[in-house]
């Protein structure tokens, strides 16, 4: 059976009820950053304010989900999100310091875990981070592409 479009879609207060629970939570995250809310910070405050951006910027997605008119603003918000989100990864994979992993794997209702090594944690990350990193650069580019053939 087929699911009609319009019914797979949230309703206005739907949308901006969820918009502000992310306002709520990268808000939260800000608290931090601007020392509203004292704590000892294990990164740095860049990679927080990253991660509070990374929320208020989804969003506004939400809010811009199915407003054709401002696509050119949607598409601006979604890149910055993407920014955001490579931001921790690239300091997790190439930033200075050391840095604690831990792994688990289940197997028939069995699970392990345990610390991996440092390497092992920051190849991982790093592969993502690449992959952001080309994202950040390949989709503006693209888009570029397709604007001008129109």
């Known amino acids: 059976m087929a699911v009609n479009d319009e019914s797979a879609s949230m309703s206005p207060r739907a949308r901006v009820f969820m918009a502000l629970a992310f306002f709520f939570f990268g808000g939260f995250l800000f608290a931090f950053v601007l020392d509203w809310i004292p704590s000892k910070h294990v ?3 860049w990679v927080i304010a990253a991660a509070a951006m990374m929320f208020s910027l989804g969003g506004a997605m939400i809010l811009l989900i199915e407003n054709e008119r401002m696509a050119w603003l ?3 918000v979604s890149w910055l999100f993407v920014v ?3 931001i921790p990864f690239n300091w997790v994979a190439f930033g200075a310091g050391e840095r ?3 792994s688990s794997s289940s197997f028939l209702g069995i699970t392990t875990g345990g610390a991996s090594g440092e390497i ?3 190849v991982a990350f790093g592969f993502f981070a690449v992959l952001m990193d080309l994202m950040v650069v390949l989709v503006p580019l693209r888009l570029l592409k397709n604007r001008k053939q129109e």
């Open 74 to 76: 949607r598409n601006l």
């Open 100 to 102: 604690q992993f831990s």
């Open 120 to 122: 092992e944690g920051r």
């Open 84 to 86: 955001c989100l490579a």
């Open 43 to 45: 990164a740095p405050l």
